[in-house]
């Protein structure tokens, strides 16, 4: 049997494909959890239980309470100086390179355990640009991923972009050749890829000539949560809030606590030190019980729970035009059976994430002018990456590319399936 299957390490999701067996063309998707093809990339440490926990059973079991270490978006650790740190975890030293091992080595057993057989070889999706305008570490991103595939039991590891793959599950659907922009909206990253598909082309194992541009940017759901939170959430722990000298509440905790990886770094003795003595020195009534909140939040560990919850909020206003959002672990501890309720506006929302979608739209201009092709010549939109459904987004798009119809996939796997499909037409 193929010992070969396509890996989509995501920063939200992850998904593997593999051919399945006698059925020439085709991918499919192996389940990972409780019969679902996708397993959420999130690692919990679980202190009272002394247990590591994956995916849906991780965000159970933090949710529930349990004392311990949620790890989420460890894709974007990928190219950054933080590859090489360490935190602690159960009293122990974690390196993060460790951690991004534990997690894809758990996901390669969990998929071979679906099909059944080992995989040897490994077709590893990538964004376009794990880093923007740095190739030395868009480059030490991908050689960082093959060496902890490597380390984790596979033999031979081969890449391919992220939306290339998306384009080969679509194109084994259509009957004639058509000029597509993949859009391709994932946790961290949105890539966009000009390709030319069609079914005598599919055939084909180098694809190069039939990419005419591609192009990306390092923002994608993770950033519209995070600053949905530092517009809408973070000014209820005190964000923006004057100081008695005149100066405003430092940003910096704010911006860690928006930011899925680095929302550790808020739980130091430091920061609880600093935070204590801004508390002792406010005078103002109202801040002094946003900051009680913020003290609260960072002493219960409940930083990922708000992330979460911006999450939540983001999915909802794709959806509606305004939600009441209940944040029950936002008390005070004279107000502790009271919970916090924020009532949110689509409006509010676009507003905090415009100047992202600004720079997707750019993404995707550059992408047409590198390629000298004109947007009219488009035939087709194709959408994929779980935050692809946010509003506002896919009109932003749809006007540049007017005539283009569009074409929605699998969101959470098409990546998984056209690597799987990749993954047969290299190694078999």
Known sequence: MLQACGV???????????????????????????GKV?????????????????????????????????????????????????????GRTLAFRDLLAQYIGELKYRAE???????????????????????????????????????????????????????????????????VLVADIGGGTSDFSLVRLSPERSKHTDRQSDILGNGGVHIGGTDFDKYLSLTQVMPLLGLGGTLTNGTEMPS????????????????????????????????????????????????????????????????????????????????????DSLACVLHLKQQGFQLAISHLMDQIESSINKVFSSAGVNAKDVDTVFFTGGSSGVRGLRQRIAAIVPEAKQVEGDLFGSIGAGLGLDAYRRFF
Request: proline share 1%; no cysteine.
């Open 113 to 179: 355990q679906s099909a059944q057989q080992t995989f040897t070889r490994a077709v590893f999706g990538r964004p376009v640009h794990f880093i923007d305008d740095d190739t030395a570490a868009d480059e030490l991103a991908q050689k960082t991923l093959e060496d902890i595939a490597i380390a984790v039991g596979f033999k031979e590891v081969q890449f391919q972009y992220e939306p290339i793959a998306a384009a080969i599950d679509y194109e084994s659907r259509i009957e004639r050749e058509e000029l």
């Open 38 to 90: 996708t397993l959420p990339s999130v690692v919990f440490f679980n202190h009272d239980e002394d247990e590591v926990s994956y995916g849906r059973s991780a965000l159970t079991a933090y949710l529930a309470g349990y004392e311990g270490r949620l790890m989420r978006s460890m894709k974007s650790l990928l190219g950054t100086s933080l590859i090489d740190g360490q935190t602690e975890v159960q």
């Open 252 to 335: 910096a905790y704010y911006f860690n606590l928006a930011t899925w990886h680095t929302i550790n770094l808020a739980y130091t003795q430091k920061v609880a030190r600093e935070l204590k003595d801004v508390y002792r020195d406010v005078n103002n009534q109202d801040l002094r019980m946003r900051l009680e909140r913020l003290l609260n939040l960072v002493e219960h560990r409940d930083g990922h729970w708000l992330a979460l919850k911006s999450e939540e909020a983001k999915i909802m206003l794709s959806e509606r035009d305004s939600i009441s959002l209940a944040l029950e672990r936002l008390h005070t501890k004279s107000t």
């Open 8 to 34: 989509d390490f995501g920063t939200s999701n992850s998904t593997v494909g593999w051919h399945r067996a006698g059925v020439a063309g085709q991918a499919t998707l192996l389940s990972l959890e409780d």
